[in-house]
């Protein structure tokens, strides 16, 4: 079995590398490879796991290439992890709209526009390629923002085995669990929506729904571990909403706390990069992997405790703290990534949240539409499990960023500077005509070579 990602110059990929050689056995994994365009930072990024990968214990070959098609050639399940533009690209995405008082979250607010048009053709040529060199292959994708990526392969490369992953409402999962005492996998997430924009129905456990429970005492409480949302907001929606919601919920305190701070995430995850990616060099010279794995630990703290912290006004660090427990482990994506292979190989059946199509499962989306929802993966096959009727305001704004996912969707693909336009005009966080046509051209101007040619 072979598994290659594509984008593996990436920071995360220490992690998918290490939740792989734990599970290999399970797996049953023969070959994995890991692609990048940026040789160079590819090779960096090796040195933080080759003594693992050449250990006796592995029993599987590693590869790193720069080329796609050795990458793709017989691949099983495929990876894709790529920023394009890099971080450099994820500062304009965010700075532009806060240059006009519009969030640029990189996946909810503006910048996710902007981050989905560039990466859509991208990932459209790679699908264009696997048809050809590896037409069985899973397509699971981490690159954001993830359901509307998973819906272009969809809708214009008719590429069916596609799955977009979020570790958010596994961490929603963990979290719970470890409130109640149980066994994660012991405990059901009523859940439903679109990436980053997901509400937690019914929290089911040994056949009783605890979420009642929970609001009940939330309502006495002054704030909600790992949430950044005020008591009374949940109260009054009966649901528990995933972090993300808080763009929307708080959009002008979003920003409003971002413009204070003088940094956007996108700066933020930068500048301790590149702190990381220097002291992995001046130590990878002298081999020495401890320090380097020092480092690199030090440096998964400091992004963890600052998730959020800054748009929020408070750190979300919950989750963080469950971990350090050790009763719950934090595999993070490559968690989802690997239980969701594990089961399409056949060797247990998991309920999982993913970003599928709807295929009738929420009453008013249509089928094709790509949702977050949970499904029954086992044996090659990935089941949308009923979620029925849903709040009508939930609906609403499912609906109306869906709509601009579409506009997105095809912009991108027609290069349409018209339909990108209305994209940003219909966004709910910006819902602004003049101020969409000031966005947009500040991102062609700034991004130049990688964003499409609008016309």
Same mark, same amino acid.
């Given at each position: 079995m072979k598994i290659s990602i594509l984008g593996a110059a990436g920071l995360r990929t220490p992690l998918i590398v290490?939740?792989?050689?734990?599970?290999?056995?399970r797996l049953g994994i023969d070959e994995l490879v890991l692609m990048d365009i940026d040789g160079d930072r590819l090779e960096l990024i090796a040195a933080l796991t080759s003594p693992l990968e050449n250990s006796p214990k592995t029993k599987f070959h590693v590869f790193r290439t720069t080329d796609p098609v050795s990458a793709l050639k017989g691949a099983d399940y495929v990876i894709t992890t790529f920023r394009v533009g890099g971080s450099k690209s994820r500062i304009i995405d965010e700075r532009v709209p806060l240059s006009h008082h519009v969030l640029g979250q990189e996946t909810t607010g503006a910048g996710g526009f902007a981050m989905g048009i560039r990466s859509i053709p991208v990932l459209l040529d790679y699908v264009k390629q696997m048809k050809e060199l590896c037409p069985e292959a899973w397509l699971i994708n981490f690159a954001n923002p993830a359901g509307m990526l998973s819906e272009a392969v969809i809708r214009q490369a008719g590429w069916e085995r596609v799955v977009g992953i979020c570790d958010g409402p596994a961490s929603m999962q963990r979290a719970i669990a470890y409130l109640m005492q149980a066994k994660?996998?012991?405990?059901?997430?009523?859940? =439903?929506?679109?990436?980053?924009?997901?509400?937690?129905?019914?929290?089911?456990?040994?056949?009783?729904?605890?979420?009642p429970g929970m609001? /009940?005492?939330?309502?006495?409480?002054?704030?909600? &571990?790992?949430?950044? =949302? /005020?008591?009374?907001?949940?109260?009054? %929606?009966?649901m528990l909403p995933n972090e993300?919601?808080? +763009?929307?919920?708080?959009?002008?305190?979003?920003?409003?706390?971002?413009?204070?701070?003088?940094?956007?995430?996108? /700066?933020?995850?930068?500048?301790?990069?590149? @702190?990381?990616?220097?002291?992995?060099?001046?130590?990878?010279?002298?081999?020495? +992997?401890?320090?380097?794995?020092?480092a690199y630990q030090a440096y998964l703290k400091d992004r963890g405790s600052t998730y959020m912290a800054t748009e929020t006004g408070k750190s979300l660090n919950f989750f963080e703290q469950i971990t350090a427990t050790g009763e719950f482990p934090d595999e993070g994506y490559a968690g989802v990534a690997l239980n969701l292979i594990e089961a399409l190989r056949g060797n247990k059946p998991a309920i999982q949240i993913l970003n599928v199509p709807n295929r009738g499962a929420i009453v008013g989306m249509d089928d094709q539409d790509v949702v977050e929802i949970p499904t029954l993966v086992s044996n090659g096959q990935i089941q949308s499990l009923l979620v029925g009727e849903i709040p009508a305001h939930c609906l609403g704004l499912m609906k109306q960023v869906k709509y601009f996912e579409y506009l997105t969707i095809e912009a991108a693909v027609e290069n349409s500077y018209q339909?990108?336009?209305?994209?940003? @005009?219909?966004? &709910? %966080?910006?819902?602004? +005509?003049? @101020?969409?046509?000031?966005?947009?051209?500040?991102?062609? @101007?700034?991004?130049?070579?990688?964003?499409?040619?609008l016309q």
């Open positions: 290490r939740a792989i050689l734990a599970r290999q056995d994660p996998e012991d405990i059901y997430l009523d859940y =439903f929506g679109l990436n980053h924009l997901g509400w937690i129905r019914r929290v089911i456990y040994q056949t009783q729904d605890h979420l609001l /009940e005492l939330i309502k006495s409480s002054v704030n909600v &571990p790992g949430l950044p =949302f /005020e008591p009374e907001l949940l109260t009054s %929606l009966g993300y919601l808080y +763009f929307y919920y708080y959009s002008s305190q979003a920003v409003k706390n971002i413009l204070k701070s003088g940094i956007s995430r996108g /700066e933020q995850i930068t500048k301790i990069n590149l @702190t990381l990616l220097a002291d992995l060099r001046g130590k990878s010279s002298s081999n020495d +992997f401890s320090a380097m794995q020092t339909k990108a336009l209305l994209a940003l @005009t219909t966004h &709910p %966080l910006v819902s602004d +005509f003049t @101020t969409a046509r000031l966005i947009l051209d500040e991102y062609i @101007t700034q991004h130049k070579g990688y964003f499409p040619i």
